[in-house]
């Protein structure tokens, strides 16, 4: 299996020749330079890396091993003894869990690693793990004195690997070629897919990441800011130093409106004051500034991020429709409440299975697979903001065009399934006005396609509706996502300020930590409850109330109608049996569980609507 794992490819382009370096009690740094909350037993890593001192070594981070080594000292049983070569399943334990959270840290260091490879020694035992998007997989084990052979082999063997065959991404490349790995990848090169008959490849240089899903098995989602764009790597050199120009030319522009907009702000409708003057000596923030003052500094910071693009790559279920189609549908609907997105540079990039994962033919007894094949995909798409950035007017704008975007997916036959804090967004049309958009439709079920869908219940566990908070899942419902609304406005208006920062404060822990049982009983008992709000968000109280009772009393009402006990009721432990329902004639529609049924309980319509026609600025 390690031979499989370790020599599939042709020994090309090593990174320089290896060391192992103990650690001791050192604990490595994160990406941002920040101490971590653990460290392998010791490291391999390129040669290059200064680890001459103490100190030098102090200052490695995860993004710098290439593979994590964990021991542990003395065996207490004969269970590392080999029993065979057949392939087992077992439950990892306390050692194995250890170097598996290494492999975790290095694969959410930096969004580069496909997989990471790790030796675990048991006293004179030794296994090596594969830690993979898809599945772990352990080696028989080695002992390191009888089979010193196999041992040396293996050690021997790891300097002649490329980086490629070490988990790194060869989509995510340098044109200079590292010698170590890097650190960041600013200034990377990003491969993506070129619809054209050659087959080749088109290309974006990297800025920053901007977001990297923490997870071994998973989809390991990674965000990142694209610089430029370019159609062949010559271009690329020349590209790089235009772009530094034109970055430059995009900062001063963000600093001129900035500088333009401390003059007085006008509104159609509403005389304003002269802006006060400006305080050299004290920055203005979203935190100290006025009312006024943060909506320049919001429209400035939009302004840097003008005409920009994101990559997003992640590892999904060969089986799964992508977003790619999703959007696609969207767009061939007329919903143009999603995210632009550039088809013909998005797509899959590799089947992650392929190579030696494939050849090892992972099969249970009755022949099927023992995981889920995956694909890296990458999604090329519009830079847009975080509707939490938003409040007063221009927030109520942008919740009430989500809520009609959850029925136009409806109609289409789509549904979205994660509607989160993270993926509701906003854009400005040409008069500046702002545009609530949805994104992320990773998890998004197309309901006339015959497709795969997920083996577990969908969406953020914070804004789950109540019904999905159950051992048995039902199937996801379009009811489900309009929920989802009311609990995304509510913990907005209490944990986000103005410009999107959060309160240091946790007060709605106990929404996503606990059992599925106990998140399920402080949701139902939060339907009930007192809400907190952020003063700054005082002006959406009203309609969050009227919100959080039109939705209780629906659920109340499937209650009754599911002839539920009356323990059951006040815990929360109630099951709600849709066919019943339906047979006696109680619908989303006739419970307002619909668009047209929030938007009456909010009561922002009116509002929102003299906005749009420019009729109120964003003071109301």
């Known amino acids: 299996m390690a031979n499989h794992i370790l020599e599939h490819a042709a020994k090309v382009d090593p990174p320089s020749p290896m060391k192992w370096v103990p650690l001791g009690t050192t604990y490595l740094l994160t990406t941002a330079g920040e101490k971590s909350q653990h460290g392998p ?36 049983s004969a269970s590392c003894e080999p029993e ?9 334990i306390k050692d194995e869990l250890q170097l598996a959270s290494y492999a975790l840290e290095m694969l959410s260091a930096l969004g580069n690693r496909l997989f990471v490879l790790g030796l675990l020694f048991d006293g004179y035992w030794g296994r090596i793990w594969y830690f993979s998007r898809s599945v772990v ?17 293996i050690i021997a063997a ?23 790995p890097p650190r960041s990848l600013t200034g990377w090169i990003l491969r993506l897919p070129k619809e054209n008959p050659s087959g080749a490849y088109s290309y974006a240089s990297i800025r920053r990441i901007i977001h990297i899903q923490r997870c071994i098995i998973g989809r390991a989602t990674v965000v990142g800011q694209i610089e430029a764009f370019f159609e062949k790597i010559e271009d690329i050199k020349k590209g790089e130093d235009s772009g530094k120009g034109e970055d430059n030319e995009k900062d001063e522009r963000a600093k001129r409106l900035y500088r333009r907009s401390l003059q007085p702000h006008d509104s159609p409708s509403v005389k304003k004051s002269p802006a006060p003057a400006l305080d050299t000596n004290k920055p203005i923030t979203f935190e100290n500034g006025t009312e006024e003052e943060c909506y320049r500094l919001l429209r400035a910071t939009e302004e840097k991020y003008k005409d920009s693009w994101v990559f997003k790559l992640s590892s999904q279920v ?5 977003e790619l189609h999703i959007l696609e549908k969207a767009r061939s609907a007329g ?37 889920e094949h995956r694909d890296l995909r990458v999604l090329v798409s519009e830079y847009i903001h975080h509707v939490y950035r938003l409040w007063g007017v221009e927030l109520k704008k942008a919740l009430h065009d989500v809520i009609y975007v959850i029925r136009d997916l409806d109609k289409a036959k789509m549904l979205h399934r994660d509607i989160s804090i993270n993926n509701l967004a906003y854009r400005r049309d040409p008069h500046g006005r702002v545009e609530g958009i949805i994104y992320d439709f990773d998890l998004a079920l197309d309901m006339e396609a015959d497709t795969a869908s997920s083996k577990h219940r969908t969406g ?14 039902p199937p996801h419902r379009l009811s489900f996502d309009y929920e989802s609304i009311l609990y995304v406005i509510w913990w907005l208006v209490t944990y986000h300020m103005r410009g999107g920062a959060t309160i240091t404060e946790d007060p709605m822990e106990e929404w996503y930590l606990g059992s599925v049982k106990t998140i399920r009983g402080a949701k139902w008992d939060a339907l009930s409850g007192r809400i907190s709000i952020l003063p700054h968000h005082k002006d959406l109280y009203e309609g969050l109330r009227r919100l959080r009772k039109h939705v209780r009393n629906a659920l109340n009402r499937m209650i009754d109608e599911c002839d539920t006990p009356a323990l059951g009721r006040h815990t929360g432990e109630f099951t709600i049996d849709y066919e019943l329902l339906s047979r006696r004639g109680v619908t989303a529609e006739s419970l307002g569980l619909t668009a047209d049924g929030f938007s009456a309980a909010l009561g922002w319509r009116d509002e929102v609507e003299r906005y749009e026609r420019g009729e109120i600025g964003t003071q109301g």
């Not at 995210?339 to 007894?365: E, K």
């Open 158 to 180: 790891l300097p002649r690997l490329s980086f490629e065959q070490l988990g790194f991404d060869p989509n995510i490349f340098s044109l200079t070629p590292p010698t170590c």
């Open 137 to 153: 997989i352990s080696s028989t084990s080695f002992h390191i004195e009888s089979q010193f052979t196999t041992f040396a082999s």
């Open 41 to 76: 037993d010791a490291i391999i890593v390129p040669k290059s890396l200064p680890t001459r001192s103490e100190e030098m070594i102090k200052e490695i981070r995860w993004t710098d091993p290439l593979l994590p080594v964990k021991f542990k000292i003395q065996s207490d």
């Open 335 to 371: 919903i143009d409440r999603v995210p632009a997105f550039r088809s013909s540079m998005s797509g899959v990039l590799a089947r992650l299975s392929d190579g030696s994962l494939d050849a090892l033919n992972l099969i249970d007894s009755s022949g099927g697979p023992l995981y």
């Open 460 to 473: 953020t566990t914070a804004f789950l509706a109540i019904h999905l908070l159950r051992n048995t899942i």
């Open 84 to 92: 065979g070569v057949e392939i087992v399943q077992k439950e990892l």
């Open 318 to 322: 060969t089986t799964r429709r992508s």
